[in-house]
């Protein structure tokens, strides 16, 4: 242990053990926050961030070690304890209720306190004049984009006045411009001598805002350091213990023609906290990767759900190799080229319960794996195993059940087993999200590659740095309006953000009206 | 203090053996005490039960006939179950099933054409298939709830029984008696075995069960179910046709519920009657549960719960024992089996509050 300083850190972790079935998820972790102090966090999916904040916020146990607070051993019994130590938690799914207004669902975590709507309305608005968090608190929250959420999550937290404010990947639904207030309001209640926990894998904002970083690995606390002090890419290498060779961008090689045409698609939502498609016109010609930014709840489910087949429209809005497809099935756009790479992993592109070989058949029957009706075992079997020797996949074998793949193996397979139909059509959403660094350029790669062979590939993601490295042209999405797409080169990230957040190029208004 | 279910990793293997033998044991232990408390003696309980239904050739063949409507209906009920589709009412598909073939039965009385029983066997399938396919049709088109609609199903079907053999069907020489006229003899089921009441149904019901394991289990259709119950999302994601997948659950539910009403109302029984069933299309659900939706598995499952059927009827006779007593004992050992089938899946842990923190010191 290094020398004590004069006042004990706000929290300190020794030593935090915590085992799960088959896996250890926290080994012997130390980490300490002091006041005043934006600490990061990182480390890949399945580092064990989750768990350390888990334990920080009393929802889970450790199995070993101490915490102290302000220097005093305490035990954290549970989410009430946590709250009465001074931590307070901003999670990275928003766990708010829809249907009610933003003050009811501030009175729902505040217990007593929260029978007095309006003053707690009142205290709201002051907490949100005095840090910039700008929302109306008498507004229903199903009405709120994804950025005024966040606000108040962190407005909820702020008012149980806490010492430690722990934000779980806080930026990942953000739009640039929309990070840039968050930032300014982490700092300011750093100066009021607050600690704040900032969980990221955005090495770029962590070297922009924290001045330490804990850097986890299989468990393990690996490294302490300066972000400041270091490269986007050193801090790579700490959490995944290699050199991670970032996708490249090259020049299309050649393109073809258009694989995917949308005409003026409108596409009503199908539940009311949806988002409407209004004349949405897209072209992605073969050879080429076409990226659509936005910020998540803009319309991108409905556009996914349009050009798979999930949803219909009209037959003429939407163009696969050349045919009209928008009243064909799924099974049908399949056989025209089509794959399609969804945004749940579990439960979508595969079933959790059932082996790697099963989950081949999900989408490749086609592939000469069914005859007479009946499933082809054998080959089946070689379809899965060919699937997880080329794409790197770390299973137990074609017989391993989905679920027991980390997010990012799973991802390249279900990738894998996409690329291997060699569709005309790939279209990808969030294709990266949650998976690890190392997961995530071999994806890139395999995308690229993909494309020089000729498929148009389509990718929607709220990762606006994952696009502008590997898509050609750009566009960004948002309530259900698509802009034009723009040469990636040429788009500037301060461009797009303005896009997601809804202020559009001028004369797009015509064409959207 | 507080506990917390938690799947199991990977489920051992010689755990899917070994919980049925525990159940098996633990229903016996609680049958000795009930039994014993309740002042009859548990070893002769405990046989009547198991071994008196089937110490004998016809006690087996008993057990056979007992077991056929239950697998039939079990079978189909897995087809729809494997996809979540949730059909309840076997009864009164088996009911109806009996009803189209009965009614063929009774236009041809007395011309004995031979090939009525085999127009019979369809009219029994297709009969409980169209009963089905009312539920499949209010969920598909209106999202209207299966198990609501199945379920109340039943009861229309078993009053439109009860019209039909009290009114237009009623046999003109029976005394007034709610039943039709017996059935001509080509239109009863063949015997497997003389002096037994053994039809041919019961061969039918055994070769349906390697027919139900190749579409559940190997087919592409039988693959696609799967996923539909497992995981909705990957079934629209993968372009798997919902609707077809309900139909096809409610077809071959109610077609194979239909085919046991038939073999019943032509085999032991040999015409219509207000009961045809004493409830086989709901006790197929637990058969279908027991047996884990697996096509042998549910053989199985069949010829234990009609061993259940037969030992407490025996026990019933021999003890005088109380029919409530028997339903009891019956419901243990359901209740055991599912309990620890359940428990091999998942594992019970005891969770500390508090107590876990501090310094262990490792």
Redesign the interface.
């Known amino acids: 242990m290094p020398a004590e300083a004069p006042s004990p850190p706000l929290i300190e972790l020794r030593?935090i053990?915590k085992a799960y079935?088959?896996c250890l998820a926290n080994d012997?972790i130390d980490l300490s926050v002091a006041a005043g102090e934006i600490h990061a966090l990182l480390g890949e999916n399945g580092a064990g961030k989750s768990t350390l904040v888990k334990i920080m916020a009393g929802v889970v146990?450790?199995?070993?070690?101490?915490?102290r607070w302000r220097g005093e051993?305490v035990?954290?019994?549970?989410p009430a304890a946590a709250r009465r130590l001074g931590i307070g938690m901003v999670f990275q799914h928003f766990t708010l209720f829809e249907s009610l207004t933003v003050t009811e669902n501030a009175a729902l975590g505040a217990g007593m306190r929260g029978r007095d709507r309006k003053a707690l309305a009142v205290r709201i608005s002051e907490l949100a004049a005095r840090y910039g968090l700008a929302v109306d608190p008498n507004r229903h929250v199903h009405g709120l984009a994804v950025g005024e959420r966040q606000r108040v999550e962190i407005l909820r937290c702020l008012l149980e006045e806490p010492k430690l404010i722990v934000l779980d990947e806080p930026t990942s639904v953000l739009t640039p411009q929309e990070t840039a207030s968050l930032f300014a309001t982490l700092r300011l209640l750093a100066q009021e001598g607050r600690g704040i926990l900032f969980i990221s894998h955005k090495l770029d904002e962590v070297r922009a805002l924290c001045r330490r970083a804990t850097v986890l690995r299989g468990g393990k606390r690996v490294a302490e350091c300066d972000p400041r002090n270091e490269s986007a890419a050193s801090i790579a290498r700490m959490m995944v213990g290699a050199d991670v060779a970032p996708a490249r961008r090259s020049a299309p090689k050649a393109l073809g023609g258009e694989v995917l045409r949308l005409l003026a698609l409108d596409l009503a939502p199908d539940d009311p906290h949806g988002t409407a498609l209004r004349k949405v016109e897209l072209a992605v010609r073969a050879g080429e990767i076409v990226g659509i930014a936005g910020v998540a709840g803009n319309g991108q489910s409905e556009l996914l759900a349009a050009i798979?087949?999930?949803r219909l429209a009209p037959d003429a809005a939407v163009r696969i190799a050349g045919v009209p497809a928008g009243q064909r099935?799924?099974?049908?756009?399949?056989k025209l080229g089509l794959a399609?790479i969804?945004e749940?992993r579990?439960?979508?592109?595969?079933?959790?319960?059932?082996s790697l070989a099963?989950n081949v058949?999900?989408?490749a029957?086609g592939q000469g794996l069914?005859k007479g009706?009946?499933?082809q075992?054998g080959a089946v079997a070689a379809y899965a195993r060919r699937v997880i020797e080329r794409f790197g996949v770390v299973a137990r074998g074609a017989d391993a059940e989905a679920d027991s793949l980390s997010g990012g193996n799973l991802q390249k397979f279900i990738l894998g087993r996409e690329m291997l139909q060699r569709p005309k059509l790939l279209v990808a959403a969030h294709p990266t999200w949650g998976v690890d660094v190392g997961a995530a350029a071999a994806i890139h790669r395999a995308l690229i590659e993909l494309r020089d062979a000729g498929t148009a590939i389509l990718i929607i993601s709220e990762d606006l740095d994952e696009l502008l490295a590997i898509s050609d042209r750009i566009a960004a999405i948002s309530r259900g309006r698509l802009t034009p797409l723009v040469a990636a080169e040429a788009a500037g990230r301060e461009r797009i953000g303005e896009w997601m957040s809804g202020t559009f190029p001028s004369g797009s208004e015509a064409h959207a009206a | 203090m507080r506990l917390r279910l938690?799947p199991r990793?990977a489920t051992a293997r010689w755990l899917v053996f070994a919980t049925p033998l525990l159940a098996a044991a633990l229903t016996l232990m609680c049958g000795i005490v009930l039994f014993a408390a309740l002042g009859y003696d548990p070893g002769r309980a405990l046989a009547s039960f198991f071994v008196k239904p089937i110490d004998s050739v016809y006690g087996l063949t008993e057990l056979a006939l007992k077991a056929t409507p239950l697998l039939l209906c079990a079978l189909g009920l897995a087809v729809g179950y494997r996809g979540n589709v949730w059909n309840i009412g076997a009864e009164g598909q088996l009911v109806v099933g009996a009803i189209a073939a009965g009614g063929l039965a009774l236009a041809f009385h007395g011309e004995e054409p031979i090939w009525l029983l085999p127009a019979m066997v369809v009219a029994g399938a297709a009969g409980g298939a169209a009963w089905a396919a009312i539920p499949a049709f209010l969920r598909v088109r209106f999202h209207a709830n299966e198990i609501l609609t199945s379920l109340m199903l039943t009861y229309v079907a078993l009053h439109l029984l009860g019209f039909l053999v009290h009114g237009p069907w009623q046999n003109p020489q029976g005394y007034n008696f709610p039943q039709s006229r017996e059935f001509g003899d080509a239109a009863i089921l063949p015997l497997l075995m003389e002096g037994t009441r053994l039809h041919v149904g019961s061969l039918l019901a055994l070769l349906a069960v390697p027919a139900a394991w190749?579409l559940l289990d190997?087919?592409?259709?039988g693959?696609q179910i799967?996923?539909a119950g497992?995981?909705p999302?990957?079934a629209?994601?993968?372009?798997?046709?919902t609707g077809r997948i309900v139909w096809a659950g409610f077809i071959a539910g109610g077609a194979m519920a239909g085919l046991a009403g038939m073999f019943e109302a032509a085999g032991p029984i040999g015409k219509l009657q207000p009961v045809i069933s004493p409830g086989y299309g709901f006790a197929a659900i637990i058969v279908a549960f027991l047996g884990r939706l697996n096509a042998f598995g549910i053989l199985l499952a069949s010829l234990l719960v009609a061993l259940l059927y037969l030992g407490g009827e025996t026990a019933q006779i021999d003890l005088k024992l109380p029919p409530a007593v028997t339903g009891v004992f019956q419901g243990l050992l359901l209740f055991f089996l599912l309990g620890s089938d359940f428990l091999a899946r998942y594992r019970l842990r005891v969770v500390r509050?508090?107590s876990?923190?501090?310094?262990?010191?490792?």
């Open positions: 030593g053990v079935p088959g012997h146990a450790p199995d070993a070690g101490e915490i051993p035990s954290i019994d549970g798979t087949g999930e099935s799924p099974a049908h756009r399949r399609v969804p749940e579990l439960g979508r592109g595969a079933v959790a319960e059932m099963e058949l999900l989408t029957a069914v009706g009946l499933v075992g | 938690e990793t190749l190997k087919s592409y259709l693959f799967r996923v497992l995981a999302g990957a629209a994601y993968a372009g798997f046709p509050r508090g876990a923190p501090a310094s262990i010191g490792v």
